[in-house]
């Protein structure tokens, strides 16, 4: 169940993180259950903050819950299988931990747990508290951005684990060329082992857009190297969430697995997000507008080709067009199509279908020849050998 916008009123950005969360977590739970008799969700910095829905339908928490809940209903039904949802929620606020108290009760079929106190000391009881074959999701959504993650590391490197981290990228920014001792140490903490900090200043004085665009690539590189190394996955990818009503990063979603299924849900759950977004900023600078003038704008949320995710689209595309080329090999060298598609949707946002229409396209202007094609096929299938 995708939140409503109705309880985001001040915080669209939320909706935006919120809107994903929902579609990834059922899309991913529902797979994986399959293959799991545990699924364990975790958040580390569960709230409740300035919601406003009647039974925390509008906190991450909540909408984990709910599709925690409707995948384990589904199964029963549909297979006879009784899968066993856990919950862990660690909380350090004392009055958002007494109201965090009140969810066991709306979801009586979740093992529900939660934890008083700092996210990072809890981490021992955390593992402890996970079974042992569970399929695990953890998501870490701080306020701000000091997370030590070599001692978190022990918690996102199990096995049969994903990861989501709100990397807080405007507030990171912001402080990033301070010189103070604990800031600076927070940041080490939280990003340890690159080399962050030369880079950042290689860009400090460059003020204009393209400046702060560079110090984005910086920073999100230096997390996703972060998270790959300490947490052992072989993808992780990023989605950008902008101001509401500006053209700039507000925070990244950072997003870790060792799955190929991962990858596929992440970018779906991606895309569909950033069309939500692009909804949701059009509205707000149409209402804006029709504040300032007085008169209501009759093509508020018409799409115009020049939304941020349209054109970010094109961008991925593109790219991902160009990696294509560059990784299936010459003949008589050949690759299978199922082990082109996750590297090229791990560094590119394109959805899987996509790629193999684009990839069908690319075939029929010659730049790839598929070895295996079978008649009225319109795209490849995984076993497909690819060559040029």
């Not at 709306?106 to 042992?132: D, H, K, M």
């Not at 860009?203 to 702060?212: F, H, L, V, W």
């Not at 970010?312 to 060298?333: H, L």
């Amino acid at each position: 169940m995708r939140p409503d916008l109705a309880n985001y009123a001040g915080r669209e950005q939320a909706y935006v993180k919120h809107h994903f969360l929902a579609d990834y977590v059922e899309r991913l739970v529902f797979k994986v259950a399959s293959a799991y008799k545990d699924v364990v969700y975790i958040d580390g910095f569960s709230g409740p903050w300035k919601d406003q829905g009647q039974s925390f339908e509008d906190t991450s928490f909540g909408i984990a819950l709910e599709a925690l809940q409707k995948a384990k209903v589904e199964w029963k039904r549909i297979r006879g299988v009784d899968v066993t949802m856990t919950a862990l929620l660690v909380e350090k606020d004392s009055v958002a931990f007494r109201r965090l108290e009140e969810v066991r009760a709306l979801y009586p079929g979740i093992n529900i747990r939660t934890f008083n106190g700092e996210f990072v000391p809890q981490v021992e009881n955390l593992i402890r508290a996970i079974p042992p074959r569970a399929f695990t999701f953890v998501l870490m959504d701080p306020k701000g951005w000091k997370i030590d993650m070599n001692a978190v590391a022990p918690l996102i490197r199990r096995d049969n684990t994903e990861v989501v981290l709100n990397f807080m990228f405007d507030f990171i920014n912001r402080f990033a060329s301070m010189e103070q001792p604990a800031i600076q140490a927070g940041l080490d903490a939280l990003l340890p082992g690159t080399d962050w900090r030369q880079r950042i200043m290689a860009c400090k004085s460059d003020s204009t857009e393209q400046g702060a665009e560079s110090r984005k690539d910086v920073l999100t590189t230096a997390i996703v190297d972060v998270i790959r190394r300490l947490g052992g996955y072989q993808y992780v990818m990023e989605t950008p969430v902008l101001y509401p009503t500006k053209d700039r990063t507000f925070y990244s979603l950072i997003y870790a697995t060792r799955s190929k299924v991962g990858v596929e849900v992440f970018r779906e759950c991606q895309h569909d997000a950033l069309k939500a977004q692009d909804l949701v900023r059009d509205q707000l600078k149409s209402d804006r507008r029709a504040a300032a003038t007085m008169m209501n704008d009759m093509f508020a949320g018409v799409p115009t080709g020049n939304e941020f995710a349209t054109r970010w689209m094109a961008e991925q595309e593109s790219a991902a067009r160009k990696m294509v080329a560059d990784v299936v090999p010459q003949s008589p060298e050949a690759v299978r199509y199922g082990d082109i598609w996750p590297q090229v949707l791990a560094h590119h946002g394109i959805r899987r279908r996509r790629l193999g229409r684009l990839m069908a396209e690319m075939r029929d202007l010659g730049q790839i020849n598929f070895l295996d094609w079978g008649p009225r096929k319109q795209v490849p299938d995984d076993d497909y050998r690819v060559t040029r």
